[in-house]
């Protein structure tokens, strides 16, 4: 014989029941929102800062940027090599990349040359394909001019090459020419090493490189606690640079 409720009892909601405390709420919208985090991080944006000047003046020690990693591809997060190709990179860009002689590191140049072309520099001249290639955004510091190499000892700075660009690789310079690491050194770039394109500068500060930012910044926050006066020797804010596009 079945057992009945009274309606009384059966239409009394029961108390507590479907209902997540406050603490268990929060704990699974920090879970999601990391989650996301890392997602967005490994398939489409991720920030970089700039640790040296081998890009002056496109980009300045001390500027944080975004850049496109959707751009190039969906690629495995742990990898690196393409998944789903998206676009390739264009002459010019600037591409954030996995250093192919310290994959622990990422640097950051303009791509010069392009699969399958021929990359010859002379006496700090690019050239393409026979074909000398105006570079406005590049610049020399050292008048001195370092004749081609004839052993392996000596530098390629100046008087480099001909070489032809591998398939699925690209050549990438400083802009800052005289004081660039680069494909002149260590040969054209993999594909599969690029992190992607840089966007944007949605930060950047001048002052004490030489140590951590939040070193520097609290630095310049006692100057304004001691002498009323913010230090910025030590941390100032380059507002002109914040939401530049980086091109």
Do not use: C
């Amino acid at each position: 014989m079945a057992l009945l409720k009274s309606k009384t009892e059966a239409e009394t909601p029961r108390q507590g029941v479907g209902k997540k405390s406050l603490w268990r709420e929060y704990g699974e919208a920090l879970i999601i929102a990391l989650i996301l985090a890392l997602v967005v991080r490994a398939f489409v944006i991720q920030a970089f800062s700039i640790p040296s000047g081998s890009m002056v003046p496109t980009l300045l020690v001390g500027d944080y940027l975004l850049v496109n990693k959707f751009i190039y591809g969906i690629r495995n997060p742990f990898t690196n090599k393409v998944w789903i190709p998206v676009s390739t990179p264009k002459r010019w860009d600037i591409v954030v990349f996995i250093y192919p002689q310290d994959p622990s590191k990422d640097y950051i140049k303009r791509v010069v040359g392009l699969p399958g072309e021929t990359v010859q520099i002379i006496n700090k001249k690019l050239y393409v394909n026979g074909e000398h290639l105006e570079t406005p955004h590049s610049v020399t510091t050292d008048p001195t001019v370092i004749p081609a190499p004839t052993s392996p000892l000596e530098s390629p700075r100046d008087n480099f090459g001909p070489v032809v660009v591998a398939k699925d690789s690209y050549f990438v310079l400083g802009d800052n020419r005289d004081q660039s690491y680069d494909s002149r050194f260590w040969g054209p770039v993999p594909m599969d090493a690029l992190r992607g394109k840089a966007m944007i500068i949605y930060f950047s500060w001048d002052g004490n490189h030489s140590v951590p930012a939040y070193v520097a910044f609290w630095k310049g926050l006692k100057g304004l606690v001691s002498h009323m006066a913010w230090d910025k020797e030590s941390f100032r804010v380059r507002w002109d640079r914040i939401g530049k596009l980086v091109r």
